[in-house]
């Protein structure tokens, strides 16, 4: 079975070919991205294996059935990046990798939350200067606050586990409220109350039509002041000119992100030696309490070693005609 992979770094080509010898599928790697203008590539694959900033839109998905793909895996657990119903229609089934690694996002959560508030990056280049002053660097105690958890699935609950080994005080928000989470000692709350009552909100929640912008103006307003955002989620959680003049106010004292609405231009690239022309982004750089990581909360060994086991899988049992356990409906 011939499979056309967008998106591959050279982490993924390594894990994908150490792991295949098993398995026997045909892979060409791309360094592409997938999108309307590239789907012509996979003319003569019967499968496609994208990413989270691969646009697998209608227009994409009606180039990809006319070459004759009959499966889209995605090596992610979000999948809103396709557009499920235009798939059907073409026949196209879509399988995605549901859960790899918890505990890797949910970490990196935390790294967020500690470097932005102890200042660790900072800490490291003065004192790689000789400068040994703690100016400017004063934290706070993570021991005690209020944390708002949205969304409490795998993510959000191992989450809230961390942070209750901080021992702060969790409330959380999801649609659907979950016993295991309760047990854990964390407070459901409305939405809005937690954005009152928290001092340091993380997102956890997937990109939804209603979940879209839910941090935004009108949300950040009856925040407490000094908030803490962080969202490892999908960057269009937060409207970013939003954000940036809730940053300006001093409404917003620290923001963490590993996610940004308009990633897929920047993110996974070295754009060191180019002209960025996204002005939000670099607005959001500028500001000393921002920390942005290119979209590499779920990168662990042990992360890649599920995403590729789990891709793997799906594909052959897609092959074999087997149940497809992992196929997006
Ligand atoms: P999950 O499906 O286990 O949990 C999502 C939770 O959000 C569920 O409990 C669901 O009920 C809740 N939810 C749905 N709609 C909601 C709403 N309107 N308001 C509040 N809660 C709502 O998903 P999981 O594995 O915990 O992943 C969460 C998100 O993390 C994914 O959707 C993905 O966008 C993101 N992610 C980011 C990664 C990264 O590297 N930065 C890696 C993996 C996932």
Avoid at 167 to 191: H, N, W
Avoid at 287 to 298: D, E, G, K, R
Wanted: aromatic share 10%.
């Amino acid at each position: 079975m011939k499979i056309a992979v967008f998106s591959t770094k050279a982490y993924d080509q390594e894990y994908f070919e150490r792991y295949n010898k098993d398995h026997y599928l045909e892979f060409t790697f791309f360094e592409t991205a997938l999108n309307s203008h590239t789907a012509n590539i996979a003319s003569g694959y019967e499968v496609v294996c994208v990413f989270v900033n691969d646009k697998v839109d209608a227009r994409t998905i009606g180039i990809l059935a006319g070459s004759g793909i009959r499966l889209i895996a995605l090596r992610c657990a979000g999948f809103n990046n396709v557009d499920i119903e235009a798939a059907k229609r073409h026949d196209i089934k879509v399988v995605r990798v549901p859960a790899y690694s918890p505990e890797a996002v949910a970490e990196h959560a935390a790294a967020l939350i500690l470097t932005l508030n102890r200042k660790t990056h900072k800490a490291y280049n003065r004192v790689r200067e000789a400068n040994f002053s703690l100016n400017k660097l004063i934290g706070f105690n993570i021991h005690g606050k209020t944390v708002g958890v949205i969304g409490t699935g795998k993510i959000g609950a191992t989450f809230c586990k961390i942070m209750k080994g901080f021992g702060c005080k969790i409330i959380a928000f999801d649609k659907y409220r979950s016993d295991e989470v309760k047990d854990l000692g964390v407070e459901y709350k409305t939405l809005n109350d937690v954005f009152k009552e928290a001092d340091i909100i993380s997102l956890h929640c997937p990109l939804t039509p209603e979940t879209k912008h839910m941090i935004n103006e009108k949300s950040l307003a009856s925040m407490k002041n000094g908030i803490m955002i962080i969202n490892t989620s999908r960057g269009a959680l937060i409207d970013t000119a939003d954000i940036i003049k809730g940053l300006s106010d001093r409404k917003v004292g620290y923001l963490g992100i590993d996610v940004y609405e308009q990633e897929e231009n920047l993110f996974f690239k070295d754009l060191s030696e180019s002209i960025i022309e996204d002005d939000l982004i670099l607005r959001l750089i500028s500001f000393p309490n921002v920390l942005i990581t290119s979209h590499q909360a779920y990168f662990t060994r042990e992360a890649m070693e599920e995403i590729t086991l789990t891709t793997l899988k799906n594909i052959t049992d897609f092959k074999k005609g087997a149940i497809l356990k992992n196929e997006v409906v």
